[in-house]
């Protein structure tokens, strides 16, 4: 894997809050093209109208609620690995970025969100004023 600049954050974690309040870290995949950066992912359990998308400056963010099938006593579990409730995933964006047209669906429980590629310019002339 080679190094970029898009950087993913974890969620911030405080050992007070009890586990059933924890929120889920969304698992991603992240590419580029020449012209787009593409972000993958899979969320089961979860209609569109669960998942929310926003974007403040250069992060993106994910986030939802996947309700449990039916309500189990912890006791009862064998193996818990399913994550249930609130998740979220932020997203630090790169530079070339364009953020005013991103497009995002959702098909076969994967989100795939879609965002161009800006043109800027890579070396600015500054005129010197007498």
């Known amino acids: ?4 600049s898009i950087k993913i954050h974890p969620l911030p974690h405080d050992d007070k809050t009890p586990l059933k309040k924890e929120v889920g870290q ?3 995949d992240i590419y580029h093209t020449d012209k787009e950066i593409v972000i993958l992912a899979p969320v089961a359990g979860v209609t569109k109208e669960d998942v929310k998308l926003s974007i403040t400056e250069d992060v993106l963010v994910i986030r ?12 009862n579990y064998y193996t ?3 994550f249930w409730g609130n998740f979220q995933r932020a997203i630090v964006l790169p530079k070339e970025a364009d953020t005013k047209n991103i497009s995002a669906s ?19 002339i500054i005129k010197i004023k007498a």
């Open 106 to 124: 959702f098909e076969k429980n994967v989100l795939e969100i879609r965002i161009p590629k800006a043109e800027h310019e890579k070396t600015k």
């Open 64 to 75: 939802g609620e996947r309700d449990p099938v039916e309500a189990v006593d912890e006791e």
């Open 1 to 4: 894997m080679k190094n970029s």
């Open 26 to 28: 969304l698992s991603v």
């Open 80 to 82: 818990r690995e399913c």
